[in-house]
Protein backbone atom coordinates (compact mmCIF):
# COMPACT_ATOMS: atom_id res chain seq x y z
CA UNK A 1 0.00 0.00 0.00
CA UNK A 2 1.19 3.36 -0.52
CA UNK A 3 1.98 6.12 1.85
CA UNK A 4 0.85 9.30 2.45
CA UNK A 5 2.19 11.96 1.30
CA UNK A 6 1.89 14.10 3.96
CA UNK A 7 4.19 10.86 5.84
CA UNK A 8 7.46 10.99 3.63
CA UNK A 9 7.49 14.94 3.59
CA UNK A 10 10.33 15.03 5.97
CA UNK A 11 12.27 12.72 3.35
CA UNK A 12 11.35 14.44 0.25
CA UNK A 13 12.48 17.84 1.71
CA UNK A 14 15.72 16.67 2.70
CA UNK A 15 16.33 15.24 -1.36
CA UNK A 16 16.93 15.92 -4.59
CA UNK A 17 15.60 13.68 -7.22
CA UNK A 18 17.25 12.00 -10.35
CA UNK A 19 14.26 10.83 -12.77
CA UNK A 20 15.15 8.08 -15.20
CA UNK A 21 14.53 4.49 -16.20
CA UNK A 22 14.23 1.01 -14.99
CA UNK A 23 17.30 0.07 -17.77
CA UNK A 24 19.68 2.72 -16.23
CA UNK A 25 18.31 1.96 -12.61
CA UNK A 26 20.02 -1.42 -13.34
CA UNK A 27 23.11 0.00 -15.10
CA UNK A 28 23.47 2.16 -12.09
CA UNK A 29 23.58 -1.16 -9.63
CA UNK A 30 25.33 -3.60 -12.11
CA UNK A 31 28.32 -3.22 -10.38
CA UNK A 32 26.99 -2.33 -6.71
CA UNK A 33 27.13 -5.00 -4.00
CA UNK A 34 26.87 -5.24 -0.16
CA UNK A 35 30.50 -4.85 -0.01
CA UNK A 36 30.60 -1.88 -2.06
CA UNK A 37 27.56 0.25 -1.72
CA UNK A 38 27.80 2.57 -4.80
CA UNK A 39 25.59 3.63 -7.87
CA UNK A 40 27.42 4.47 -10.75
CA UNK A 41 26.28 7.65 -13.13
CA UNK A 42 27.00 8.90 -16.25
CA UNK A 43 28.00 12.32 -16.19
CA UNK A 44 27.50 13.37 -19.71
CA UNK A 45 29.71 16.45 -21.03
CA UNK A 46 27.64 19.31 -20.91
CA UNK A 47 27.93 20.77 -24.60
CA UNK A 48 26.14 17.26 -25.50
CA UNK A 49 22.87 17.61 -23.19
CA UNK A 50 19.41 18.06 -24.32
CA UNK A 51 19.72 22.02 -24.15
CA UNK A 52 21.41 22.79 -27.74
CA UNK A 53 22.43 26.45 -26.22
CA UNK A 54 24.33 24.71 -23.15
CA UNK A 55 27.75 26.06 -22.48
CA UNK A 56 27.25 28.51 -24.90
CA UNK A 57 24.40 30.46 -23.09
CA UNK A 58 26.51 30.98 -20.24
CA UNK A 59 29.22 32.57 -21.87
CA UNK A 60 27.03 35.06 -23.76
CA UNK A 61 25.80 36.20 -20.25
CA UNK A 62 29.65 36.39 -19.11
CA UNK A 63 30.27 38.52 -21.87
CA UNK A 64 27.50 40.97 -21.49
CA UNK A 65 29.51 42.54 -18.65
CA UNK A 66 32.76 41.15 -19.45
CA UNK A 67 34.43 44.43 -20.81
CA UNK A 68 32.71 46.65 -18.12
CA UNK A 69 34.20 44.35 -15.36
CA UNK A 70 37.69 45.00 -16.95
CA UNK A 71 37.34 48.80 -17.70
CA UNK A 72 36.21 48.63 -13.42
CA UNK A 73 39.04 46.18 -12.41
CA UNK A 74 41.67 47.87 -14.47
CA UNK A 75 42.83 45.12 -16.01
CA UNK A 76 45.85 46.38 -18.27
CA UNK A 77 44.84 46.12 -21.95
CA UNK A 78 47.56 43.31 -23.42
CA UNK A 79 45.89 41.36 -20.71
CA UNK A 80 42.15 41.76 -21.41
CA UNK A 81 39.92 38.80 -22.93
CA UNK A 82 37.58 41.84 -24.79
CA UNK A 83 40.51 43.15 -26.73
CA UNK A 84 41.77 39.06 -27.74
CA UNK A 85 40.19 38.41 -31.57
CA UNK A 86 37.04 36.21 -31.40
CA UNK A 87 38.38 33.36 -33.76
CA UNK A 88 41.74 33.24 -31.91
CA UNK A 89 39.46 32.56 -28.49
CA UNK A 90 37.51 30.34 -30.67
CA UNK A 91 40.23 28.28 -31.61
CA UNK A 92 42.02 27.43 -28.60
CA UNK A 93 39.18 26.66 -26.86
CA UNK A 94 38.39 23.99 -29.15
CA UNK A 95 41.64 22.62 -29.22
CA UNK A 96 41.66 22.90 -25.42
CA UNK A 97 38.27 20.93 -25.40
CA UNK A 98 40.49 17.63 -27.31
CA UNK A 99 42.90 17.75 -24.62
CA UNK A 100 43.16 15.21 -22.31
CA UNK A 101 42.03 15.94 -18.59
CA UNK A 102 41.33 19.61 -19.43
CA UNK A 103 39.89 21.39 -16.96
CA UNK A 104 37.35 23.09 -19.54
CA UNK A 105 35.70 19.88 -20.56
CA UNK A 106 32.94 19.78 -17.50
CA UNK A 107 30.54 16.93 -17.53
CA UNK A 108 27.58 17.08 -14.94
CA UNK A 109 24.38 14.59 -13.75
CA UNK A 110 21.17 16.20 -13.64
CA UNK A 111 18.60 16.59 -10.10
CA UNK A 112 16.03 18.45 -9.48
CA UNK A 113 14.11 20.00 -6.47
CA UNK A 114 11.17 18.83 -7.50
CA UNK A 115 9.36 15.27 -6.26
CA UNK A 116 6.99 13.83 -8.33
CA UNK A 117 6.49 16.37 -10.59
CA UNK A 118 4.57 15.28 -14.01
CA UNK A 119 6.72 18.11 -16.47
CA UNK A 120 9.84 16.31 -15.64
CA UNK A 121 8.28 12.78 -15.57
CA UNK A 122 7.01 13.54 -19.11
CA UNK A 123 11.01 14.47 -20.07
CA UNK A 124 13.25 12.85 -18.18
CA UNK A 125 11.06 9.49 -16.56
CA UNK A 126 9.69 8.45 -19.61
CA UNK A 127 6.92 9.41 -19.77
CA UNK A 128 5.73 8.80 -16.34
CA UNK A 129 6.97 4.90 -17.14
CA UNK A 130 10.29 5.13 -15.81
CA UNK A 131 11.15 5.86 -11.52
CA UNK A 132 12.48 8.92 -9.72
CA UNK A 133 15.52 8.97 -7.04
CA UNK A 134 15.50 10.36 -4.29
CA UNK A 135 19.00 11.01 -2.79
CA UNK A 136 19.63 13.00 1.00
CA UNK A 137 22.11 16.15 -0.48
CA UNK A 138 23.71 16.90 2.59
CA UNK A 139 24.62 13.25 2.72
CA UNK A 140 26.13 13.80 -1.06
CA UNK A 141 27.77 17.12 -0.27
CA UNK A 142 29.01 15.30 2.32
CA UNK A 143 30.45 12.48 0.59
CA UNK A 144 32.08 14.98 -2.20
CA UNK A 145 33.74 17.66 -0.07
CA UNK A 146 35.38 14.46 1.47
CA UNK A 147 37.09 13.31 -1.41
CA UNK A 148 37.61 16.94 -2.73
CA UNK A 149 35.14 17.05 -5.34
CA UNK A 150 32.94 19.47 -6.82
CA UNK A 151 30.00 20.41 -4.40
CA UNK A 152 26.16 19.88 -5.77
CA UNK A 153 24.83 23.29 -7.01
CA UNK A 154 21.64 24.53 -7.90
CA UNK A 155 21.13 26.25 -11.70
CA UNK A 156 21.04 30.01 -12.30
CA UNK A 157 17.96 30.74 -14.75
CA UNK A 158 18.68 33.59 -16.50
CA UNK A 159 20.52 36.54 -15.62
CA UNK A 160 21.75 40.09 -16.89
CA UNK A 161 19.55 41.13 -19.77
CA UNK A 162 17.21 38.21 -18.78
CA UNK A 163 16.41 39.24 -15.31
CA UNK A 164 14.22 42.53 -15.38
CA UNK A 165 15.21 43.98 -11.82
CA UNK A 166 18.15 46.22 -11.86
CA UNK A 167 19.61 44.93 -8.48
CA UNK A 168 19.65 41.14 -10.11
CA UNK A 169 21.63 42.16 -13.71
CA UNK A 170 23.71 44.34 -10.82
CA UNK A 171 24.45 41.33 -8.36
CA UNK A 172 25.12 39.66 -11.69
CA UNK A 173 28.06 42.37 -12.92
CA UNK A 174 29.55 41.75 -9.18
CA UNK A 175 29.51 38.07 -9.31
CA UNK A 176 31.38 38.24 -12.67
CA UNK A 177 33.86 41.01 -11.46
CA UNK A 178 34.74 39.15 -8.11
CA UNK A 179 35.71 36.24 -10.32
CA UNK A 180 37.52 37.79 -12.69
CA UNK A 181 39.27 39.20 -10.02
CA UNK A 182 40.03 35.98 -8.29
CA UNK A 183 40.98 33.81 -11.83
CA UNK A 184 43.24 36.64 -13.20
CA UNK A 185 45.43 36.95 -10.34
CA UNK A 186 45.85 32.66 -10.61
CA UNK A 187 46.57 32.86 -14.18
CA UNK A 188 49.14 35.49 -13.69
CA UNK A 189 50.37 32.76 -11.12
CA UNK A 190 50.24 30.32 -13.50
CA UNK A 191 51.80 31.79 -16.00
CA UNK A 192 54.78 33.59 -14.45
CA UNK A 193 55.69 29.78 -13.33
CA UNK A 194 55.90 28.02 -16.94
CA UNK A 195 57.85 29.78 -20.03
CA UNK A 196 54.94 31.68 -22.55
CA UNK A 197 56.57 33.61 -25.18
CA UNK A 198 54.07 36.07 -24.81
CA UNK A 199 53.01 35.96 -21.21
CA UNK A 200 49.95 38.95 -21.05
CA UNK A 201 48.07 36.88 -24.24
CA UNK A 202 48.36 33.71 -21.97
CA UNK A 203 46.98 35.35 -18.98
CA UNK A 204 44.22 36.27 -20.94
CA UNK A 205 43.92 33.25 -22.65
CA UNK A 206 43.72 31.51 -18.79
CA UNK A 207 41.75 33.69 -17.04
CA UNK A 208 39.14 33.21 -20.41
CA UNK A 209 39.55 29.31 -19.91
CA UNK A 210 38.77 29.34 -15.87
CA UNK A 211 36.10 31.91 -16.08
CA UNK A 212 34.38 28.97 -18.87
CA UNK A 213 35.16 26.12 -16.91
CA UNK A 214 33.85 27.14 -13.68
CA UNK A 215 30.38 29.72 -14.60
CA UNK A 216 28.60 28.39 -17.88
CA UNK A 217 27.91 24.97 -15.87
CA UNK A 218 25.81 26.44 -13.39
CA UNK A 219 24.08 29.31 -16.12
CA UNK A 220 20.87 28.21 -18.13
CA UNK A 221 17.95 29.84 -20.69
CA UNK A 222 15.00 30.46 -18.10
CA UNK A 223 13.25 28.05 -20.59
CA UNK A 224 14.44 25.26 -18.25
CA UNK A 225 13.07 27.10 -15.43
CA UNK A 226 10.34 24.47 -14.33
CA UNK A 227 13.41 21.65 -13.98
CA UNK A 228 14.83 23.80 -10.81
CA UNK A 229 18.20 21.83 -11.59
CA UNK A 230 20.54 20.91 -8.85
CA UNK A 231 23.60 19.75 -10.88
CA UNK A 232 27.14 18.11 -10.13
CA UNK A 233 29.70 18.89 -12.04
CA UNK A 234 32.88 16.61 -12.70
CA UNK A 235 35.88 17.35 -14.41
CA UNK A 236 38.09 15.05 -16.60
CA UNK A 237 40.60 14.82 -13.86
CA UNK A 238 41.56 11.32 -12.49
CA UNK A 239 38.63 10.53 -14.76
CA UNK A 240 38.32 8.12 -17.82
CA UNK A 241 36.27 9.44 -20.62
CA UNK A 242 33.98 7.20 -21.91
CA UNK A 243 31.77 7.42 -24.88
CA UNK A 244 28.11 6.06 -26.21
CA UNK A 245 26.30 6.54 -29.44
CA UNK A 246 23.72 8.90 -28.98
CA UNK A 247 21.20 9.38 -32.06
CA UNK A 248 24.43 8.92 -34.22
CA UNK A 249 26.27 10.94 -32.34
CA UNK A 250 29.17 10.47 -30.49
CA UNK A 251 28.62 11.50 -26.40
CA UNK A 252 31.55 11.52 -24.06
CA UNK A 253 30.79 10.47 -20.53
CA UNK A 254 32.41 10.25 -17.43
CA UNK A 255 31.51 6.88 -14.71
CA UNK A 256 30.88 8.62 -11.37
CA UNK A 257 30.21 6.60 -7.85
CA UNK A 258 27.83 8.08 -5.66
CA UNK A 259 27.08 6.05 -1.94
CA UNK A 260 23.78 4.22 -2.01
CA UNK A 261 23.35 4.87 1.64
CA UNK A 262 22.33 8.89 0.14
CA UNK A 263 19.84 7.56 -1.61
CA UNK A 264 16.11 7.68 0.68
CA UNK A 265 13.37 7.28 -1.56
CA UNK A 266 12.64 5.35 -5.12
CA UNK A 267 9.49 6.58 -6.54
CA UNK A 268 7.62 4.71 -9.56
CA UNK A 269 5.80 6.92 -12.16
CA UNK A 270 2.42 7.34 -12.88
CA UNK A 271 1.85 5.15 -15.65
CA UNK A 272 3.96 2.42 -14.48
CA UNK A 273 2.69 -0.90 -13.14
CA UNK A 274 3.58 0.08 -10.00
CA UNK A 275 2.71 -3.19 -8.12
CA UNK A 276 4.85 -5.31 -9.98
CA UNK A 277 7.72 -2.87 -10.92
CA UNK A 278 8.48 -1.88 -6.97
CA UNK A 279 8.24 -5.33 -6.24
CA UNK A 280 11.00 -6.01 -8.91
CA UNK A 281 12.93 -2.86 -7.66
CA UNK A 282 13.17 -4.25 -3.76
CA UNK A 283 14.31 -7.53 -5.02
CA UNK A 284 17.28 -6.02 -7.46
CA UNK A 285 18.02 -4.18 -3.83
CA UNK A 286 18.16 -6.67 -1.58
CA UNK A 287 20.67 -8.56 -4.00
CA UNK A 288 23.01 -5.11 -3.92
CA UNK A 289 22.47 -3.03 -0.96
CA UNK A 290 22.69 -4.80 2.71
CA UNK A 291 20.46 -1.50 4.11
CA UNK A 292 18.03 -1.54 1.49
CA UNK A 293 14.99 -1.73 4.19
CA UNK A 294 15.81 2.32 4.93
CA UNK A 295 14.72 3.09 1.67
CA UNK A 296 11.21 4.29 0.87
CA UNK A 297 9.19 3.22 -1.66
CA UNK A 298 6.67 4.96 -2.89
CA UNK A 299 4.12 5.08 -6.44
CA UNK A 300 3.32 8.39 -7.72
CA UNK A 301 -0.45 8.95 -7.71
CA UNK A 302 -0.68 12.23 -10.41
CA UNK A 303 -3.56 11.14 -12.76
CA UNK A 304 -1.46 11.07 -15.92
CA UNK A 305 -2.24 9.12 -19.37
CA UNK A 306 0.22 9.84 -22.11
Known amino acids: MNKDRQEIQPIVDSCIFHYTNVTTLMGMLENASTENAFMTFWASHISYMNDPEEKKYGMKKIWEVLPTVEDELKIPSEQRIKNLEQKELDKFIKILSTEKNNVINTYAISFSESFDYLPMWKMYGQDGNGICLGFDKKILNKYLED ?125 TDSERQMISIVKLLRTKYSNWENITYYSSDIPYRP
Open 147 to 271: NNMEKIASVRYGTGDDISDAQGAQDWKSFIKNEYEKYHVMSKAWVEMGASPDKNKSIALYTYVTLLAIIPPYIKNPAYEYEKEHRLCCRELRHTVHFRNQNGLLLPYLEFKLPLNALKIITTGPT
